[in-house]
């Protein structure tokens, strides 16, 4: 995610530019640059690292006479997060500057056209050949505002995006698709913003663009316009009376639920590129990996959540991908002088990209002549640079220690990869109904989150005051018990065990009493008469049992116990997106009544980068 700000008005530009940037730093950046006008030229300053960076080289570069300019922080998703790959990126020729977040899905397919034309480009983005494919629809075009139009009908995926060009003096145009932009109106000034903390300071009457609109700005003056057709959009302006942190989170309580609820677009953003349709159907893309073999054997390396999230794809991997495949804690496979075979592969998961044990068991790997595949959100990150090929989750930046949208992401991508491994072994994709569902998820989780979150809230008041707590599951429930049980434990510091149910009987049923619930995960309809065997058991010991369960046939299950939790019905893997974040949410209101510090508890880092 990155962090977009642009500017008209009667003051100077470029300090305003900056302090919105300074503003939208929570959401991560790995480098950031401006545009501003200097007479009738655009002028482009950009740096990697941070803004005291880009600040720095702006001391030697007269910028106060400017009244209209873009800036922008950049969370790298396409190109290495380096100078030549900081936005403003611009047009052939140099006469448009634009700045954008999102993903541009067919950016290659339109630089290999532009290209043809004689195009030459500086950077591996995806927003550089946005920038040049308005300059080249302005050579057709009746005017910028056309060009800028007819430029992003031709741009596939998510975009918000906000363009400068001399042509206009002191005007700016904006357009969102399937990313936050809205515009900030002041006295004689409009700002233009990725988030409302940008320009909060300055105005709190509110434009929330939509989808499909575009936003000309001059001055104090803002027009908006639908993409289609360029027909004018009636707007309406409201006022926002949140504080500056409260606008950072998006208004949430928490950037732990602010992640647990932008879900359906962290999924919409890993699926983004990756999906390509065909006569025969929707087949998976992952470039990545397409210069490796097939793995004989995988061997998944991990911590903590990431490892849960390894141990759910395990599954998919095996049975879609038809690749045996192995898992290992990291601190345990790097001391272990594991079996590796060079037609080995590893697949280590990342959210950071730092974790040292994750690191190390990287390195083993490679020594041992294995490729590794690296599975990040961070791009850049030494594990990123260090495997042999790299898959991003593009979550954006994880603010939350406790991690819950990276665990959402890289189960995405882990299903993926089943699939593509699956089509790789077969010409027809190995299991379209997976790939429909996969692809279905942004819906589904959209449209279950809401009253999900009540839910949690409602149980987390009656069980926050247990000692201890069960978390039993199946199959790849097993995987998510033990992701249920270390958010309960690392947010209220609550003490939980994620189990297998079917270990109950070999000796932990012994800890069963009305103190010691059991978060039981019955959502698998296959293995469902062995869950409910197993609740059945700890209901014998007047064990409290929260049934985590899914409708079948518009009904909820047959079980008696005393808090059934309903999940809409749902494909058998789809269900496991749907269980994931009623995990998250029930250990995030248990922490929150218990007045935790959630979104950095007690003793974790975000990332572990020592053993
Ligand atoms: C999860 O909520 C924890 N913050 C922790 O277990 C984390 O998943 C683990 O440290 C691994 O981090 P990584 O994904 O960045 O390697």
């Keep these: 995610m990155c962090g977009i700000i642009g500017y008209s008005g009667h003051r100077p530009a470029v300090p305003l530019l900056l302090e919105g940037l300074h503003r939208l730093e929570y959401r991560g950046y790995d480098s950031a640059g401006v545009a501003f006008e200097q007479g009738a030229h655009l002028q482009v300053v950009k740096a990697a690292g941070k803004l005291a960076a880009l600040e720095e080289k702006l001391e030697k570069v007269p910028c106060m006479l400017a009244t209209a300019g873009i800036g922008h922080t950049r969370w790298a998703t396409h190109g290495l997060p380096v100078e030549r790959n900081a936005h403003p990126h611009l047009s052939q020729g140099g006469g448009i500057a634009i700045i954008h977040n999102g993903i541009i899905e067919n950016f290659q397919e339109l630089k290999d056209e532009l290209l043809a034309r004689g195009h030459t480009f500086l950077s591996d983005t995806d927003t550089e050949v946005l920038a040049h494919l308005i300059g080249e629809e302005r050579r057709m075009a009746d005017n910028l505002g056309d060009a800028f139009a007819r430029a992003l009908r031709r741009a596939h995926g998510a975009y918000a995006v906000v363009m400068l060009a001399p042509e206009e ?105 990756r999906i390509t349709e065909s006569a025969s159907g929707h087949r998976v893309c992952l470039r990545e990996l397409d210069g490796l073999p097939v793995p004989e054997r995988l061997h998944i390396v991990a911590c903590g959540t990431s490892y849960n999230a390894g141990l ?44 040292a044990d994750t690191l190390a068991a990287l390195r083993l790997a490679r020594e041992k002549g294995c490729k590794v595949i690296g599975l990040c959100n961070v791009l850049g990150s030494s594990i990123a640079r260090e495997a042999d090929v790299v898959l991003y989750t593009q979550a954006g930046p994880e603010i939350s220690v406790a991690s819950t949208k990276a665990m959402c992401s890289q189960m995405t991508l882990l299903a993926l990869i089943a699939l593509y491994y699956g089509q790789r072994r077969q010409p027809a994709c190995a299991d379209p109904e997976l790939l429909e569902a996969i692809m279905g998820l942004p819906v589904l989780l959209a449209g279950a989150l809401p009253a999900m979150r009540q839910k949690a809230e409602a149980l987390a008041v009656r069980f926050s005051s247990a000692r201890s707590f069960f978390y039993l599951g199946r199959g790849q429930y097993y995987a998510l018990a033990l992701e249920g049980a270390l958010k309960l434990k690392e947010l209220s510091y609550i003490h939980a065990e994620g ?37 059945q058991e700890v209901l014998a010991r007047q064990g409290r049992v929260i049934a985590l369960v899914q409708e079948r046939d518009g009904k909820a299950p047959d079980l008696e116990v005393e808090e059934m939790w309903v999940l809409p019905e749902a494909h058998p893997v789809a269900a496991s997106f749907l269980a994931l974040p009623a995990l998250q949410l029930f250990s995030y209101h248990v922490a929150d009544y218990l007045g935790k510090d959630v979104d950095q508890p007690r003793n974790l880092a975000k990332s572990v980068t020592v053993e």
């Design 169 to 273: 003096l002191g005007v700016i145009y904006a357009a969102r698709m399937a990313a936050p932009l809205l515009m900030g109106v002041g006295t004689g000034e409009v700002f233009v913003a990725s988030d409302i903390p940008a320009f909060l300071p300055y105005t709190r009457e509110v434009v929330f663009l939509e989808d499909g609109e575009i936003a000309r700005i001059e001055g104090g003056r803002w027009s908006v316009f639908s993409l289609a057709d360029l027909s004018p959009v009636e707007k309406t302006v409201s006022h926002v009376p949140w504080d500056m942190q409260a606008a950072a989170k998006d208004g949430y309580r928490h950037f732990m639920l602010k992640e647990i609820m932008e879900q359906p677009r962290v999924i919409q953003d890993c699926l983004s590129g």
């Design 312 to 355: 759910w794809g395990r599954q998919l991997l095996e049975h879609t991908g038809g690749i045996p495949t192995d898992l290992d804690i990291a601190s345990e496979f790097r001391y272990r002088d594991p079996l590796l075979r060079p037609q080995d592969m590893v697949l280590v998961i990342s959210q950071s990209g730092e974790t």
């Design 499 to 535: 189990y297998a149910s079917g270990e109950m009987k070999h000796g932990p049923i012994a800890l069963i009493d009305p103190a010691f619930p059991t978060f039981a995960l019955a959502l698998d309809n296959a293995l469902f008469p062995k869950v409910k065997s197993n609740i």
